[in-house]
């Protein structure tokens, strides 16, 4: 990435204008995270609900007391292990943080990414003099399929964003693990790459499951992360039996699976991704954008391992199944 170009985003972020931010996770629609006015374009170019609250994306940890207060140890020692990194803390909002960026709660989330096109911005828009912090959810359309390349952006969004920085496909490829510490205690309120054992391993306990009176996050809601195309969820054993049908019926599947296709030649759209969740996770989005593109009548998921090791995984399909065709 060349100076010029960090130099041409950061006088946009300034200007108030949208940029599209290479992460470690996905792709995000950066705005100045202290501008009314740039922070309103993210939801007109999203389509994002008002209430639905932003990440916060920042240099480093640093600058968390400009956007917290009553920062817990907690969250220093967190921050210490998993920052720079795909972990999101949920902290009480500071005085001045917009109502736009918290959804109008008295909490906001922050994170510093772990991707050098990220951070190089990120430093270059603080000592140019601007917030220090880029609000940066997923750079699509709200509730759709998440992008982790360039390309992704500019199909999603395309003249609603002056500048997307290229950052070749996102390390991670799903979106930061969140977890909140307003209360004091841990808890989990939504999965991601960095594991509620990891997270144990630095509190001492594993993240509680959140109540009904935690914060509103990022990437909550039950349908998100969905294809246009409808989906179904199918048991390993039953896949050949279902695509038969769906053969002798006329209609063709595109399928999501972690197997090998049954022959040389079979009429459906197959992609097979790693059996394992981390490459599963890091193909997740690209292959379900592909077969969203591929003219097909269904995306057929292959069920995955139940075990805590796909958790993440487990939550984006299961809001994926909730929303597609929507």
Same mark, same amino acid.
């Given at each position: 990435? &060349?100076?010029? +170009?960090?130099?041409?985003?950061?006088?946009?972020?300034?200007?108030?204008?949208?940029?599209?931010? @290479?992460?470690?996770?996905? !792709?995000?629609?950066? /705005?100045?995270?202290? %501008?009314?006015?740039?922070?309103?374009?993210?939801?007109?170019?999203?389509?994002?609900?008002?209430?639905?609250?932003?990440? =916060?994306? *920042?240099?480093?940890?640093?600058?968390? $007391?400009?956007?917290?207060?009553?920062?817990?140890?907690?969250? !220093?020692?967190?921050?210490? #292990?998993?920052? @720079?990194?795909?972990?999101?803390?949920?902290?009480?909002?500071?005085?001045?943080?917009? #109502?736009?960026?918290?959804?109008?709660? $008295?909490?906001?989330?922050?994170?510093?990414?772990?991707?050098?096109?990220?951070?190089?911005?990120?430093?270059?828009?603080? =000592?140019?003099?601007?917030?220090?912090?880029?609000?940066?959810?997923?750079? %699509?359309?709200?509730?759709?399929?998440?992008?982790?390349?360039?390309?992704?952006?500019?199909?999603?969004?395309?003249?609603?964003?002056?500048?997307?920085? +290229?950052?070749?496909?996102?390390?991670?490829?799903?979106?930061?693990?969140?977890? #909140?510490? &307003?209360?004091?205690?841990?808890?989990?309120?939504? @999965?991601?790459?960095?594991?509620?054992?990891?997270?144990?391993?630095?509190?001492?306990?594993?993240?509680?499951?959140?109540?009904?009176?935690?914060?509103?996050?990022?990437?909550?809601?039950?349908?998100?992360?969905?294809?246009?195309?409808?989906?179904?969820?199918?048991?390993?054993?039953?896949?050949? +039996?279902?695509?038969?049908?769906?053969?002798?019926?006329?209609?063709?599947?595109?399928?999501?699976?972690?197997?090998?296709?049954?022959? /040389?030649?079979?009429?459906?759209?197959?992609?097979?991704?790693?059996?394992?969740? =981390?490459? !599963? /996770?890091?193909?997740? !989005?690209?292959? *379900?954008?592909?077969?969203?593109?591929?003219?097909?009548?269904?995306?057929?998921? +292959?069920?995955? @391992?139940?075990?805590?090791?796909?958790?993440?995984?487990? $939550?984006?399909?299961?809001? /994926?199944?909730?929303?597609?065709?929507?």
């Amino acid at each position: 990435m &060349s100076g010029a +170009e960090i130099d041409r985003a950061v006088a946009l972020l300034k200007a108030g204008e949208l940029v599209g931010i @290479p992460t470690e996770t996905v !792709y995000g629609l950066g /705005a100045d995270a202290a %501008n009314p006015q740039a922070v309103a374009k993210i939801f007109a170019a999203k389509g994002r609900p008002a209430d639905h609250p932003l990440i =916060v994306h *920042l240099p480093g940890a640093k600058h968390l $007391d400009r956007w917290a207060i009553d920062v817990p140890d907690l969250a !220093y020692e967190l921050a210490e #292990d998993f920052w @720079p990194g795909p972990l999101t803390l949920i902290l009480k909002r500071a005085p001045g943080v917009l #109502d736009a960026v918290t959804g109008g709660q $008295d909490t906001v989330g922050l994170r510093v990414p772990g991707h050098p096109v990220a951070l190089e911005l990120l430093r270059a828009f603080a =000592v140019a003099g601007g917030s220090g912090g880029i609000a940066a959810p997923s750079a %699509n359309r709200f509730g759709r399929i998440s992008p982790t390349t360039a390309a992704h952006v500019r199909e999603e969004l395309g003249d609603a964003v002056a500048l997307v920085l +290229e950052g070749g496909a996102c390390a991670v490829g799903i979106e930061s693990t969140i977890i #909140d510490l &307003s209360s004091g205690k841990p808890v989990l309120l939504r @999965p991601g790459h960095i594991s509620p054992a990891a997270i144990a391993a630095v509190c001492g306990v594993l993240p509680a499951a959140p109540t009904a009176a935690a914060p509103r996050a990022s990437g909550s809601l039950e349908a998100h992360y969905a294809p246009l195309t409808p989906m179904r969820r199918v048991e390993s054993g039953r896949l050949l +039996e279902l695509l038969n049908a769906m053969r002798h019926s006329g209609r063709r599947c595109g399928v999501l699976a972690h197997s090998q296709p049954p022959q /040389a030649g079979f009429p459906h759209a197959w992609k097979m991704l790693p059996a394992e969740p =981390v490459g !599963y /996770a890091h193909d997740l !989005y690209a292959a *379900l954008r592909e077969l969203d593109h591929a003219g097909v009548d269904l995306i057929v998921v +292959e069920a995955i @391992p139940s075990s805590p090791e796909w958790l993440a995984v487990a $939550d984006r399909l299961r809001r /994926a199944l909730a929303g597609a065709g929507a």
